[in-house]
């Protein structure tokens, strides 16, 4: 795919470009001028004109597992599962998952901005 012939995914100062595959394949889609058109049904996908549009359907038909938990969202509508490890992640993000398990994200985040501040100031 193109998109990784000259993909850096270090973004500088140790922070890594972890946008999920979903996300860049909607972005070049929209930027080859397709229409994405979301559905909640596979009826609601046989009424997409496929020559302009492509049906998105919703993360629970294909995707139920969450990049950001590792938990099952399995429902009714899940027709596969896309298992992954989650392995791009570095060691500093598989500590902030670990920890904002324990206290909550957003927990999590605050305490994570809190050492970046006493890491600089002890650098300064």
């Known amino acids: 795919m193109d998109y990784y012939s000259d993909k850096s995914f270090d973004l500088g100062n140790g ?13 070049i ?8 058109h979301d559905v909640n049904s596979i009826h609601d996908a046989h009424g ?4 302009t549009e492509i049906a998105v359907f919703p993360h629970e038909f294909f995707s139920p597992k969450s990049y950001e938990t590792g938990e099952m969202g399995i ?14 992640y570095g060691i ?15 927990n ?17």
Not at 16 to 27: F, G, R
Not at 48 to 51: F, I, K, L
Not at 93 to 104: P, S
């Open 15 to 27: 922070i890594l470009d972890t946008k999920v595959m979903p996300e860049v394949v909607k972005d």
């Open 29 to 36: 889609l929209f930027h080859q001028n397709w229409i994405l």
């Open 48 to 51: 997409v004109d496929t020559s």
């Open 75 to 88: 429902t009714d509508n899940t027709y596969s599962i896309h298992h992954f490890a989650a392995s791009w």
């Open 92 to 106: 500093k993000e598989k500590i902030y998952q670990f920890v904002g398990k324990l206290i909550g994200k957003n």
């Open 108 to 124: 999590a985040k605050k305490l994570a901005d809190r050492i970046k501040e006493l890491i600089v100031k002890h650098l300064i």
